[in-house]
């Protein structure tokens, strides 16, 4: 059986003060989530070790939202995936599309990172996902499959045992418009299908797939419901530990 996750992906919100507020609403409310669903919560660099004190002892995991592609030293402004570890997180995401888009995170660099994390004892949450214009020239599997291929398949069967895919349209991430379960389910079966073919199935089928793009307490239940979708990446709505919660709990 592969694992059930839904993860607060943060971004680039929240005081300290705020996101400790927001760890300590999760973690009040964690035993309303089905005990088969694991919470990952991805604050900004700054919040990591002081969330990961409130976190200690419950079975809420911290994550990073992304990491260094070099392992340590004169890279101004970076945080190693060394650091990450030490800070407490058992995740970072990779490769989100803020990421690929404003920042230049190119598939090259993020199979150095990739390793790094991997190095570290680090899971990855890898992100993938085609913009408006590309779904509406009808290359969204193509797109995909490039950014899966370019990065995930560099890696050992073993290693994905580490990855957690997010298949996130750019097109619904903070817009408000989601995917409809069978677009989503139809690439994540996509998804699931090209990993087969390259790993076999045994590695297919163990990969945890998460959903990402206004994933919200109203839309969660249907999406999840889907079989190759194993949980949701969730920006804009985890925010709100209530609304992150009802999320989870939509399983
Ligand atoms: P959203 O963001 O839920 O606010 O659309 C999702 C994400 O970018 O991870």
């Not at 919040?47 to 004190?53: G, K």
């Not at 069967?157 to 069978?182: C, D, F, K, R, S």
């Not at 994933?215 to 709505?237: H, M, R, T, V, Y």
């Amino acid at each position: 059986m592969r694992k059930k996750i839904v993860a607060g992906n943060w971004k680039m919100n929240t005081t300290v003060a705020e996101g400790l507020a927001l760890a300590k609403g999760i973690v009040e409310k964690v035993e309303e989530v089905p005990a088969d669903v694991t919470l990952v919560v991805a604050p900004p660099f700054t919040h990591l070790t002081s969330v990961a004190q409130v976190l200690e002892g419950t079975p809420i995991q911290l994550s990073a939202q992304n990491c260094a592609d070099e392992p340590k030293g004169a890279f101004t402004g970076e945080v190693s995936a060394a650091m990450l570890k030490d800070a407490g997180c058992a995740y970072t995401i990779l490769g989100h599309s803020e990421r690929r888009e404003y920042y230049g995170e190119t598939s090259a660099k993020l199979v150095k990172k990739m390793a790094l994390a991997f190095e570290n004892g680090l899971d990855v949450i890898f992100c993938v996902g085609e913009k408006l214009a590309e779904r509406q020239e009808g290359i969204h599997f193509d797109v995909v499959a490039t950014q899966i291929s370019e990065v995930l398949f560099t890696l050992t069967a073993e290693q994905m045992a580490h990855v957690v895919v997010a298949y996130e349209p750019v097109w619904a991430i903070g817009t408000g418009v989601t995917a409809t379960a069978a677009q989503a389910q139809e690439i994540h079966g996509f998804i699931r299908n090209t990993l087969s073919a390259h790993f076999g199935e045994e590695v297919a089928e163990a990969t945890t797939i998460l959903y990402g793009g206004s994933c919200k307490p109203s839309n969660a239940q249907e999406l999840f419901a889907c079989p190759d979708i194993d949980g949701g990446l969730i920006g804009g709505a985890s925010l709100k530990a209530g609304d992150f919660i009802a999320i989870a709990k939509a399983y």
